[in-house]
């Protein structure tokens, strides 16, 4: 079905052209003005010297004539510099501060919003989709005003110059808007559709990228390429039909113009044979008929453009009109400084509506405890930490921290006192020291230095080509998974977090890096509240308290020596650890 235009999303647009039209917009304004009467007074300036000038060979008369046209077009380019200039501003400036507000909303959602969307899709919002905009802010609404003056200033001297002559060439006119309004409803259908199956593009380009190691290591570059490929063509052939729709505006224009000079000289002819009007008059007619085509031509052409920056700015407006599913009430208190005494009582939650993966946990933690948390996959041990560090919110039950609802307070003063480390740590793009530094960003140099030698990571650090100041690339590609996860260590230490916590931090790492991690964890832990996810028995054979457990469920507790005493779930996993590792030598 047809979606109508929305002429709010145009109002909200405008809105942020708003705080910078009240310094520039009366500059634009008389730039505009000056422009346009300076295109309109040209064509007259012709009338007259035709008339008035060659005909009756007055030379003298047609020097200041000449002259005063020259001055024209000077005063028309000077005042087409300023309008430039200012334009170009206020467009950049809107630009600049709706991707800002898109970028720092985005920032706020919360999981739910990127669990249901690829990467490659946010990225598109961001920068296809506002670069999408910047025409229409920097020449779309401006041209649009000198165009529409423009246009009504022709048509008020034409039916001023002959009120006959004026009203048969306007006679087209109708028709085109009529074979032009149906034209545009397939414009507008087909650019959404381009914009669809652009975000579909950079979903799967971002997608390709990031797992380009499991594609060449499965060898599915082909029918990767392949997929591409369709998904290429299929984005060719629509904006082929959408560019092709755009076009064909021209020569209805074309057509138009044509059979209105037809009618001019055909008409005219006569009405000069008449006495009716001058030579000049008809020459000034034929010069404003192409003045009055080429605004309605590009007045099209914006149509279209405004087409495709609504269909942009829904794309854009949908996500800011996305609110977190993670709200803090509007006077929520600070988070005072922590303890690290967590409470947990009856936490329910579901990813999905009916499909629970927490069932009423209930757990006690004291400030200082490490609390390990085994089970399978899927059995919620991830859920959990999601939930306290407030990622999510439960559907019911809560969390308290040293007393305080987690949900009462404001989320950065929460999560700013909880460190976590992941078993796929994120290396940014820049320097080590700068990596460090993402834990705590006043830190001084010596700091991250410390934190760093803390965790033993300073040896690997000062052997690289630049020590702290050696470049990284995204995602720290040049290190090994151990540097990676020391790195982690760091940052987090250097945060000084009242609660930690470990997301399998110690997978994937060899002997030796694990012998250097375990010491680290020995500094990283100490005096903290600490919750660990591991499936390696020398991480969590030494936490204070061991919970297990299975589909949503808690169903063990306690030390280790206390799990395997009891010969439960916790002691068959350890079996089937020690199995493994003495059937894989």
Known sequence: ????????????????????????????????????????????LITFAIDHAILEKNGSLLLIVTGTMAAVYVIQWLSSNYRIRYTNDIGQRVIYDLRRDLFSHIQQLSFRFFDKRPAGSVLVRVTNDVNSLQDLFTNGVVNVLIDSIQLLGIIIILLSFNLKLGLAIMITVPLMFMVSTTLR????????????????????????????????????????????????????????????????FGPIIEITGAIGYCILFWYGAHLVQTGEISIGILVGFAT???????????????YSQLLIAMASSERIFEFIDEKP????????????????????????????????????????VQAGQS?????????????????????????????????????????QSLRSQIGIVLQDTFIFSGTIRDNIRFGRLDATDEEVELAAKAVNADDFIKDLVNGYDTEVQERGNVLSMGQRQLI?????????????????????????????IQEALKILLAGRTSF??????????NADNIVVLDHGRIMEMGSHEQLIEGKGIYYGLIQAQFRFLNETG
């Open 288 to 302: 404003y008929i192409g003045h009055f085509w080429d605004p309605i031509n590009r007045l099209g052409q914006m």
């Open 1 to 44: 079905m047809e979606k109508p235009f929305d002429w709010s999303q145009l109002k909200r647009l405008g809105k942020y052209m708003k705080p910078y039209s009240k310094k520039m917009l009366p500059i634009i304004i008389i730039t505009i003005l000056i422009v346009t009467l300076s295109k309109l007074a040209i064509p007259m």
């Open 488 to 516: 982690s260590f760091a940052r987090a230490l250097l945060a000084n977090p009242r609660i930690l916590i470990l997301d399998e931090a110690t997978a994937s790492i060899d002997t030796e890096t694990e012998l250097k």
């Open 185 to 248: 409803k397939r414009i507008r259908r087909a650019w959404q559709d381009v914009r669809m199956k652009q975000s579909r593009i950079n979903s799967h380009l971002n997608e390709s990228i990031q797992g380009i190691r499991v594609t060449q290591a499965y060898t599915q570059e082909k029918d990767n390429m392949n997929y591409f490929d369709g998904m290429n063509k299929v984005n060719r052939f629509s904006w082929n039909k959408a560019s092709g729709l755009n076009q064909s």
């Open 325 to 364: 599913t993670v709200e803090e009430n509007a006077h929520a208190p600070k988070m005072p400084p922590i303890k690290g005494n967590i409470s947990i009582e009856n936490l329910v939650f579901e990813y999905e509506p009916g499909r629970p993966a927490l069932k009423g946990i209930n757990l006690e």
């Open 532 to 541: 660990i996810i591991a499936h390696r028995l020398s991480t969590i054979r």
């Open 371 to 411: 609390i390990a948390l085994v089970g399978h996959t899927g059995s919620g041990k991830s859920t959990i930490i999601n939930l306290i560090s407030r990622f999510y919110d439960p559907v019911e039950g809560r969390i308290l921290i040293d007393g305080h609802p987690i949900r009462e307070v404001t989320i």
